[in-house]
C-alpha cells in the first residue's frame, strides 16, 4: 500500500520508518525541508516539500494512488482540513488526523474522520487507523494466545446490535470508542458510524473475525 504522511516531526518521521518496515512505499509531505533529516538516510520514500492540503502538493506525494493519509503536523487546523481533502478529494480509504485539543475530537468523528489526540499519542495508535489489521495488539496475555484488537466492520453493520456482530464474529466485543469516549456495550446498543470496536480473542481467530466484520450482517440479523 501506499501512504501519504503530512508532518515530518518526531511523530511523523517514527510512523514514515515504522510504515516502510512493514513493506509499504511512503511520502512524507513538510513545509520545511530539514525537517526531513527527522527521516534519517536509511529511509527509502519520497520526501515532498510544500503545504499538505495543496492539492497539487498531495499529488507530487502519490496521494492518487495512496491507500491512507495520516495527518500529524502541529496544527489542528491544517490536519483536520488536509484529512478532508484525503478523504472528500481523492478518496483515500484510511484516513487520521493527529488534534492537540480533545474537545474538538466529536466534531472531527463526525465528518468521519478518525483523531488521535496527543495527550494519548502512540505512534501505534495511528497505526491502527491507518492499518486496521496491521498493527500490534491492544494488549496481549503472556502467552500470546489472547488479545485485545480493534477490528474494523463493513459500514453495513451501522445500525445493526452490537449482539449480531458478536454471534456473526463468534467473539466478544470488549469496548466501543465513539466520539473519543468509551463505551461498554449493552444488548440493546447499536453500531454507529466512526464507532472503533474493540474485541478480545484468540490470536488464531483473528483473520476469521476480520473477515466477518468485513462481510458485513447476513439476512436475518438484527
Not at 501506499?2 to 511512503?26: D, F, N, P, T
Not at 456473526?168 to 453500531?191: D, N, S, Y
Amino acid at each position: 500500500m501506499h501512504i501519504v504522511i503530512m508532518g515530518c516531526g518526531r511523530v511523523g518521521s517514527a510512523l514514515a520508518r515504522a510504515l516502510e518496515k512493514q513493506g509499504h512505499s511512503v511520502a512524507v509531505v513538510d513545509q520545511d525541508p530539514t525537517a526531513f533529516r527527522r527521516l534519517g538516510a536509511g529511509f527509502n520514500g519520497r520526501r515532498v516539500t510544500g503545504v499538505g492540503f495543496d492539492q497539487d502538493t498531495l499529488k507530487e506525494a502519490g496521494i492518487e494512488e495512496a491507500g491512507a493519509f495520516a495527518a500529524v503536523s502541529s496544527g489542528d487546523n491544517s490536519n483536520i482540513i488536509a484529512a478532508r481533502v484525503a478523504r472528500e478529494n481523492f478518496g483515500v480509504e484510511h484516513v487520521a488526523a493527529r488534534i492537540y485539543d480533545p474537545r474538538r475530537a466529536e466534531v472531527y468523528q463526525r465528518l468521519g474522520i478518525p483523531t488521535v489526540a496527543t495527550v494519548r499519542w502512540t505512534a501505534d495508535q495511528m497505526l491502527r487507523r491507518l492499518l486496521p489489521s496491521g498493527a500490534e495488539p491492544l494488549w496481549q496475555d503472556p502467552s500470546g494466545s489472547i488479545q485485545l484488537a480493534e477490528v474494523a466492520f463493513a459500514p453495513s453493520w451501522i445500525g445493526h446490535r452490537f449482539t449480531a456482530l458478536e454471534e456473526a464474529a463468534g467473539v466478544r466485543v470488549a469496548f466501543i470508542t465513539r466520539l473519543g469516549e468509551g463505551v461498554l456495550p449493552t444488548p440493546q446498543m447499536v453500531v454507529q458510524e466512526g464507532d472503533l470496536v474493540h474485541v478480545t480473542l484468540h490470536r488464531a481467530d483473528l483473520a476469521a473475525v476480520e473477515a466477518a466484520f468485513a462481510q458485513g450482517p447476513q439476512e436475518g440479523e438484527h
